[in-house]
């Protein structure tokens, strides 16, 4: 999509996430990834699963205050994936270049 279209710009970030979620046999799944970018309505991180798109997620970063988002986009990466997330709940990142946090939701 090009950056003209977007709703929110995208700010880079190289944070460690963690990711939960529920496969489609309703077994609990974990993985830990690095976020690429984010934005107020969502963020893109890189992870070696594939998760399903619609699948509900929650996350947990060091610098980045998020509980949960659905999966709206995947696209395979050489061994890894991009994962695109749209936030469903108020979040806040942390920046570490300014005072404070922005709040996001």
């Not at 690095?34 to 798109?53: A, F, N, T, Y």
């Not at 991009?82 to 936030?87: A, D, N």
Request: aromatic share 2%; net charge positive; with cysteine.
């Amino acid at each position: 999509m090009s950056e003209r279209l977007r709703r929110h710009p995208r700010t880079p970030s190289a944070a460690p996430v963690k990711i939960s979620w529920q496969d489609s046999n309703g077994a609990d799944r974990w993985a830990r990834g690095k976020c690429v970018d984010v934005s107020e309505g969502g963020l893109r991180i890189e992870l070696q699963d594939d998760i399903p798109v619609r699948t509900r997620v929650t996350l947990s970063a060091e610098s980045l205050h998020i509980s949960s988002a659905v999966v709206k986009s995947v696209t395979r990466q050489g061994p890894k994936h991009l994962i695109g997330l749209e936030l469903t709940r108020r979040a806040t990142v942390a920046n570490p270049g300014a005072s404070g946090t922005t709040v996001v939701n």
